[in-house]
């Protein structure tokens, strides 16, 4: 069976959040297709929140940017919500228990940001022996750049962190 796996479809990854990710509002439109498509099947979805710890400046518990994105509230209706504080969904969390007793093996995941929080889960997916998909069109990233190595704007980072998802043996949608 497969389970959906939302990641952080958070306020603070909006254009008006504190860590904005290109391509934001299309994957928050490939987030509801894949809910759709989760629905339609009888698959579990498990919604994913990251937290920082108070005075981080963004993800904070109880703040605007920490929330799920308002277009989403309708679709988490009675789904398990895991909180994690690092960037898989795996760590810290009861997410790889809860899909064992769903008898879950294999894994759907969206969401933000595809190089870092979606990208670290589906490699835990991975080490897992979960079958283990990235529907491409409900993820965005953003920019990165560093002194030393340069910089790719967020379309170009979302294409590279699925690049390296392929070759490890994640199914890109």
Same mark, same amino acid.
């Given at each position: ?87 898989? $969904?795996?760590?810290?969390? %009861? ?6 007793? #769903? =008898?879950?093996? !294999?894994? @759907? +995941?969206?969401? &933000? ?26 993820? $965005?990233?953003?920019?990165? %750049? ?6 790719? #704007? =967020?379309?170009? !980072?979302? @294409? +590279?962190?699925? &690049? ?10």
């Amino acid at each position: 069976m497969e389970a959906l796996i939302v990641i952080d479809p958070q306020n603070d990854f909006s254009p008006r959040g504190a860590y904005p990710a290109s391509g934001y509002e299309g994957a928050l439109e490939g987030i509801k297709r894949a809910v759709a498509r989760a629905r339609a099947a009888d698959e579990p979805v498990f919604w994913i929140r990251h937290e920082n710890a108070e005075g981080k400046g963004r993800f904070e518990p109880r703040t605007w940017g920490g929330e799920f994105d308002p277009s989403l509230d309708d679709l988490v209706g009675d789904d398990r919500v895991l909180t994690k504080t690092v960037f898989g $969904a795996f760590s810290g969390t %009861e997410l790889g228990s809860m899909l064992a007793q #769903d =008898g879950v093996d !294999a894994v @759907r +995941i969206v969401g &933000l940001l595809t190089h870092m929080c979606v990208s670290t889960t589906a490699r835990e997916a991975l080490m897992r022996g979960l079958t283990t998909t990235i529907q491409a069109d409900g993820c $965005a990233s953003r920019a990165i %750049e560093d002194p030393r190595l340069g910089h790719v #704007d =967020g379309a170009e !980072a979302h @294409r +590279i962190a699925l &690049l390296h998802l392929a070759s490890m043996g994640a199914n890109i949608q």
